[in-house]
């Protein structure tokens, strides 16, 4: 199976902050890597996939980037609804796999 | 509108079994990979389960497989769960998650969730 492995686990920021979440698969999984916010109580929601491709509807401050093992979710600027917690999950190869999750807080 | 809409969990004694339905609607329901994902209290996401639209390929985590079973009822725009011999660690909500294609592919990803069932396995 391959391991998805997030960093940090939890950060504090706040409010227009720049925060850059890392999500390192156990071995290449070229592309195929989605993102996910989770706020407490709420179903996940896809951010981004193909490990670059925004949803639509989803606002143009995340961005995402990488390829192989290495990949990277970015707020270019934080705003109050983006307190949540997010997951990288892989799909190039069954079992799917998520990150252990990386929680933003408020500073 | 996507709209899925778990039931079926509960409290079970550990050893016992439970089935989830998934009920979609507001897209065309063979035609898409469904999946079942699952998040113990206070834990992060764990697929579960896949299967394709037609219902042929299933897909299961180690953790589950040989103990539970994915299935789907077309006809009935329904996807099921049947759980069975079940653990306290699976203790979990259960959440249904509709997949980008027809078949599991590499560029799949879960677009749709719905708002998951909460299964509690205890004595």
């Known amino acids: 199976d391959i391991q998805m492995t997030q960093s940090p686990s939890s950060l504090s920021a706040s409010v227009g902050d720049r925060v850059t979440i890392t999500c390192r698969a156990s071995?290449?999984?070229?592309?195929?890597l989605n993102w996910y916010q989770q706020k407490p109580g709420k179903a996940p929601n896809l951010l981004i996939s193909?490990?670059?491709s925004l949803q639509s509807g989803v606002p143009s401050r995340f961005s995402g980037s990488g390829s192989g093992t290495d990949f990277t979710l970015t707020i270019s600027s934080l705003q109050p609804e983006d307190f949540a917690t997010y997951y990288c999950q892989q799909s190039y190869s069954t079992p799917r796999t998520f990150g252990q999750g990386t929680k933003v807080e408020i500073k | 509108e996507v709209q899925l809409l778990e039931s079926g969990g509960g409290l079970v004694q550990p050893g016992g079994s439970l089935r989830l339905s998934c009920a979609a609607s507001g897209f065309t329901f063979s035609s898409y990979v469904m999946n079942w994902v699952r998040q113990a209290p206070g834990k992060g996401l764990e697929w579960v389960s896949g299967?394709?639209?037609?219902?042929?390929?299933?897909y299961y985590a180690d953790s589950v497989k040989g103990r539970f079973t994915i299935s789907r009822d077309n006809s009935k725009n329904t996807l099921y769960l049947q759980m069975n011999s079940l653990r306290t660690e699976d203790t979990a909500v259960y959440y249904c998650a509709k997949d980008r294609g027809t078949t599991v592919t590499k560029k799949d990803y879960f677009d749709y969730w719905g708002q998951g069932t909460l299964v509690t396995v205890s004595s």
């Open positions: 193909g490990a670059s």
């Open positions: 071995q290449t999984i070229s592309s195929y």
């Open positions: 299967i394709s639209g037609s219902g042929d390929n299933t």
